[in-house]
């Protein structure tokens, strides 16, 4: 199993804002997409997902395949409703300024090596 | 960088048998085209699962240096061609957009 | 001479819905009246009454004296006040005292008859023992209504859990999937993976079971005309069936395709559409069937059996 990562380590890496804080403190892997559907085909477990999609739907995904939490890069405004449904769901939402690209590669040092 | 100097350093596969060899300046993930034509820059090489023409349509809009298909996607005859006529080049990988913008990230910045 | 009462014009009467002529039969006055006020008495002035309407942005106040209602003063009587120069003096001698009122054990349609008959959008509410009690607007009304509709839905809704006959070791359930509810959407799958953790299903098997209900819920929210997801929970699997109303699929074996979709942009925004719903579903399934006729309506069933077989893994 991936080794764990810790929520507030990747909050400090994308200077981020965590918007709601859920039932973990610690992630094993990202899943970046803006596709639902591609992120219902990922095997991994108890992941962050990385996406600039900001609707309740990327909550549900979210909590079908058990991820731990959500970071919403782009900076785009977040509803009120995407927040409640993470709270009522126990999953951790976090929000960054910076594009997917920059995220992605600002947190693998964290995920990446032994 | 140029992309094919990109795809050498990453290890990822050129699948367009001809293609603009242009400088890359910088990378864009995304899987939402209407996102892709708000928001990325020329010459940016495009992350994305969207293995479909329409990816060819919005890069050759934008002038995109090229289209990285993640998670070893197909890549439809079609969207191929398209790209061969455009002269962008489609790079495909079986790793999944994260993985992929921490290398090309690496490759192009460091 | 007897009075017939009016519920509405017969003309109008026939285009009203049973269903609602119904609820305003049923609910009565005090179901829907607003009970939270701002009252006066006799002795306030028109300034201070205009002050409380003015920072409360409501447009009447009930004078009491105890709890008789003696009165009411309207945006109208401050207007009169400002224009005849006694707005600094109390209301008593300028306020209106003929009063329509309505008693809180009426059926809301006797309301419904009040706002036709009368020019006024706000009747004071009174109880048996002639005190004051509330006061109806045409808001509360179409409040009360549009709340009791809602109550009605859902024991529709609930119904259908039990139109299903459950053999012993069984759990049905079903839900309704409206077309484009992309809110609502997923909440059927939320509820199937709440109810495997209750039984202590296995984490892979959960994680497959939701990932079918939630692309087969998706698929139907976004292709068809609505229709409908049932999880049948037995000893050894589970199947998930959804079932629309059309418009069906012309050439299903091109819609099981990897990358084929017919969606739009706009459901493209939403993060779907890509063509990897169906193949996403079979993928997680150990027996997948699909079935469709354009025009009608496409049926699929997944069935994950609970014991992990060995090319599942």
């Not at chain 1, 997409?33 to 108890?46: C, F, I, N």
């Not at chain 3, 309506?297 to 609970?306: D, E, H, P």
């Amino acid at each position: 199993m991936r080794k764990k990562v810790l929520l507030s380590d990747v909050v400090t890496a994308v200077k981020g804002r965590v918007l709601n804080n859920g039932d973990a403190d610690y992630v094993r892997w990202v899943v970046s997409s803006g596709l639902m559907s591609d992120v219902l085909t990922t095997e991994e477990e108890e992941i962050l997902l990385l996406s600039s999609l900001t609707t309740t739907q990327v909550v549900r995904t979210a909590d079908m395949v058990g991820a731990h939490a959500i970071l919403l890069a782009c900076g785009k405004p977040i509803s009120s409703d995407t927040v409640s449904l993470a709270s009522e769901l126990g999953i951790t939402l976090i929000s960054c300024e910076i594009p997917v690209f920059e995220a992605g590669h600002l947190l693998a040092p964290l995920f990446f090596g032994d | 960088m140029r992309v094919s100097e990109v795809a050498a350093k990453t290890g990822i596969e050129i699948v367009t048998k001809s293609f603009n060899d242009i400088e890359v300046a910088n990378g864009y993930t995304s899987d939402l085209l209407s996102d892709v034509m708000g928001f990325a820059e020329e010459e940016s090489l495009l992350i994305t699962i969207q293995a479909h023409k329409n990816t060819v349509a919005v890069a050759s809009q934008l002038d995109l240096a090229g289209i990285v298909i993640c998670n070893g996607r197909r890549i439809p005859e079609d969207m191929r061609l398209a790209a061969e006529q455009e002269g962008i080049a489609i790079l495909q990988t079986e790793e999944n957009q994260f993985v992929t913008s921490h290398k090309i990230y690496s490759a192009i910045r460091e | 001479m007897p009075h017939r009462f009016p519920i509405l014009s017969e003309d109008s009467a026939d285009k009203v819905p049973s269903l609602t002529m119904e609820i305003i039969f049923r609910l009565k006055v005090k179901d829907a009246m607003m009970t939270s006020l701002w009252t006066a008495t006799k002795k306030h002035t028109f300034r201070e009454i205009q002050t409380v309407m003015r920072d409360n942005e409501i447009s009447g106040v009930p004078v009491l004296d105890d709890n008789r209602l003696v009165g009411i003063v309207s945006v109208s009587d401050i207007i009169n006040a400002l224009d005849s120069g006694h707005i600094e003096e109390p209301i008593e001698a300028y306020m209106s005292k003929q009063l329509i009122v309505l008693e809180d054990d009426m059926p809301l349609s006797f309301a419904v008859s009040y706002y036709n008959k009368y020019p006024y959008r706000r009747f004071p509410v009174i109880n048996k023992n002639k005190e004051f009690v509330g006061i109806l607007t045409t808001k509360d009304v179409l409040t009360a209504i549009l709340n009791e509709m809602n109550n009605e839905i859902n024991i529709l809704e609930n119904q259908l859990h039990h139109d299903k006959v459950e053999l012993p070791n069984q759990i049905i359930r079903e839900y309704i999937i409206k077309q484009f509810d992309f809110e609502k959407a997923g909440q059927a799958s939320f509820k199937l993976k709440k109810l495997l953790k209750e039984k202590e299903v296995s984490r892979k098997i959960i994680r497959r079971a939701s990932v079918a209900a939630y692309e087969m819920e998706i698929n139907v929210a976004i292709h068809s005309n609505g229709g409908k997801i049932t999880f049948v929970l037995e000893k050894d699997s589970i199947t998930i069936i959804t079932k629309d109303t059309g418009p069906g699929i012309a050439d299903v074996a091109q819609a099981i395709e990897e990358g084929y979709s017919t969606a739009n942009d706009w459901i493209r925004s939403l993060g779907f559409g890509a063509g990897m719903g169906i193949p996403n579903t079979k993928r997680v399934s150990d027996e997948f069937k699909i079935e469709s006729e354009p025009g009608k309506g496409t049926i699929v069933k997944s069935v994950i059996y609970l014991e992990e077989t060995d090319e599942s893994q």
